[in-house]
């Protein structure tokens, strides 16, 4: 493969995962000031469309590509680094509108840290489609693009209730996706990648994913308001998230 069909399969790369994850944002930008049932909603739409990610996506596609041992060991690896960053981050115990901002903030950058994460291999797997076909490679790009469209959303939701700007929310959901990028020019670089780096990198990012939507959207989508919202929320997100999927 020449250096020329590198570098364009890398620019498809960053436009599947930039666009795909940076459109989620635009969603901000018709809301102002969400009102707690809403923000509980939307918390749990988003920690829906998560789950449905790493259990019907990702955990599936890991233990596919390698075994169930191999995509274990990245989800439990996943988890463990996401525990370690969330040590690292301010915590907020108290639920005034200072601290409910600050928890929304640190909730946005990990899920921002889980949706680069797994964008990786990804975008390996869109590099690595280039070098077997053209079509193979195009339609993978065009399935990623689709795909990161709600894991934006869900970043961009909790961004926007922890009082950060629209235009700081669009280019960190744009950066996001630039790691889809990377895996593609090492994917069309190397021509095949080991079925085992992306079973652990799948799994990885599965468990990092679930440990922020477990932590993080679940709890204080229940918190934020009474009743069953969270949960309307959570389910809607699932169903949106498999459809999206078999679009």
Known sequence: MELSDVIRITVIGLLAGGVGTGSGSLVTFFTRNPAPRFLSMSLGFAAGMMLEVSFLELIPEAIAQGNFFSGSAGLIGGIITLLLLDNMLPHYHHYSKETRQGRFRKMGILLGIG???????????IGAGYASSESLGLGLALIMGIHNFPEGIAMAVTMDAGGISKLKIFIGTV??????????FLGALLGRV???????????????MLFVTCDELIPDA???????????????GVV????????
């Open 222 to 236: 229940r918190n934020l308001a009474q009743g069953h919202l969270a949960t309307v929320g959570l389910l809607c």
């Open 175 to 184: 950066l996001a996706g630039v790691p889809m990028a990377l895996g593609a």
């Open 240 to 247: 949106t998230g498999i459809f999206i999927t078999n679009l």
């Open 194 to 208: 080991s079925p085992l780096t992306l079973s652990l990198s799948l799994g990885f990012a599965g468990g990092a």
């Open 115 to 125: 949706i680069a994460l797994h964008n990786i291999p990804e975008g390996l797997a």
